[in-house]
């Protein structure tokens, strides 16, 4: 199965993204398998840098070093879907400033619904970054009416175990793209959080 095959926008309604780069995961995979869940922020303005691009991009190479970092011998996201890993962005789009509006990540935060609820033995769900944490966030709301991830910097909320049913709820930092490479200690606290994960799945 493909992701793509069953979460797709149409209209486009959102204004602070860059249409020409939407995309969706379109890697075959098992759903059953999937056993964690990595969100980042948005697709990348240049849809090679995405997670499942051939090639060596930048999405792939941030979050396998993400991993690495984490003492997890690993080269690919092929290997990492291997191990029950699936990655995709709570936006579908790149975007087209250096911040994304409530609204689109309310708008995409629907997309995203569909998308988590693929996969039946989710354990673990990785937010990477304020924007996943909002989407998320949402999707919860909508259901229960309040949120998993509280208000609050990062770093002061990530020690805390957090659960949506009996999956396992981290908010961390964002791992895909350039900036995982400058900010040194936000990258060491993401390895703090993908080895927990990693405990909590016997990996």
């Known amino acids: 199965m493909k992701t793509s095959e069953k979460v797709s926008c149409n209209d486009f309604p959102c204004i602070d993204i860059i249409k020409g780069a939407y995309i969706v995961p379109d890697v075959e995979i098992d759903p059953s398998k999937i056993q964690a869940i990595m969100i980042s922020e948005a697709a990348p303005a240049n849809t090679s840098d995405y ?22 011998n690993v ?10 890993f699936y990655f995709t962005t709570a936006v579908k789009c790149g975007k087209s400033g250096y911040s994304i509006g409530t609204g689109t990540v309310k708008t995409c935060s629907t997309l995203l619904r569909r998308e988590l609820d693929m996969f039946p ?6 937010l990477m970054g304020d924007v996943a944490i909002k989407a998320f966030n949402e999707i919860v709301r909508r259901r229960t009416g309040k949120r998993v ?5 990062t770093y002061k909320i990530r020690k805390t175990p957090y659960y949506y049913g009996d999956i396992r709820v981290f908010p ?3 791992q895909a793209g350039p900036s995982f490479f400058i900010e040194k200690s936000k990258r060491k606290m993401i ?4 080895r927990e994960a990693l405990k909590i799945l016997g990996k």
């Open 121 to 126: 033995n989710l354990s673990i769900v990785m």
């Open 149 to 153: 991830i509280p208000p609050g910097s």
């Open 75 to 84: 080269s690919t996201i092929d290997e990492l879907l291997g191990r029950g």
């Open 172 to 174: 961390s930092y964002l």
């Open 51 to 72: 997670y499942y691009s051939e090639g060596e991009p930048l999405f792939q190479k941030t979050t396998v070093q993400a991993f690495q970092d984490a003492g997890l």
């Open 191 to 194: 390895a703090e959080d993908i």
